[in-house]
């Protein structure tokens, strides 16, 4: 048995001034988001966090009202970008490093992971987490990226899927399966609600 609540960040300034924290709108957010979670958590928890401010400013403010402590695991983060990036707006970074004929396999820009590297990374951290918390509920704090991905893990849905997803901030997305998370065949997992804000 496995239990996954997969939280998208609150509101943050990334995408105008570079990985930033969240906005004070992005903080009432997580702090309304953490008072639903404890309202409705009575068992065991767990909370994991991506590496980016935006998520672990989240994650903390969600831990620290449910009384245990935030774990980074990286491969929770949304793309994985050059270092010459890091506090450029998502505009400066197309122009800087974007290149033609990015896609599923091929970066859309010069140093990033493809699609599929960044679905891997976060479809095998999803599922460790899955397998070492079998008897917890885990609450792992990332991004949009981070949802969509569990929907190849999770759903068994194709790579290039051929739906988008809106994942609203400070949202949860739920998986759980009855089975073993580390079973063969693998298990049958349920989308129990997505991009819920209640």
Same mark, same amino acid.
């Given at each position: ?6 939280? /998208? ?8 001034? #570079?990985?930033?924290?969240? =906005? @004070? ?6 702090? +309304? ?23 672990? +400013?989240? @994650? ?10 935030? =774990? ?14 890091? #506090? ?9 490093? #974007?290149?033609? #004929? ?21 479809? /095998?951290?999803?599922?460790?987490? @899955? @397998? ?13 990226? =981070? ?44 989308? /129990? ?6």
């Amino acid at each position: 048995m496995a239990r996954l609540l997969l939280v /998208r960040h609150g509101e943050s300034d990334h995408t105008l001034r #570079g990985p930033e924290g969240l =906005t @004070a709108a992005g903080r009432r957010q997580a702090e +309304d988001l953490a008072g639903r979670l404890v309202a409705e958590e009575h068992g065991p928890v767990v909370v994991y966090s991506s590496a980016e401010v935006r998520a672990i +400013d989240t @994650a903390a403010v969600i831990a620290d009202r449910l009384g245990v402590s935030a =774990t980074r695991d990286c491969g929770l983060c949304t793309w994985h970008t050059p270092p010459a990036a890091t #506090g450029l707006t998502a505009a400066e970074f197309q122009r800087r490093f #974007g290149i033609e #004929g990015g896609g599923v396999f091929r970066p859309f820009e010069a140093g990033n992971e493809t699609w599929a590297e960044l679905v891997l990374r976060v479809s /095998r951290a999803l599922l460790e987490l @899955a @397998a070492r918390h079998r008897d917890r509920t885990v609450i792992a704090v990332g991004h949009a990226e =981070t949802v969509e991905a569990s929907f190849v893990a999770f759903g068994n849905q194709p790579l290039l899927r051929a739906f988008d997803l809106a994942v609203a901030p400070a949202s949860v997305t739920e998986w759980a399966t009855e089975g073993d998370p580390t079973g063969w065949p693998l298990p049958r997992w349920t989308l /129990r609600r997505f991009s819920a804000l209640s």
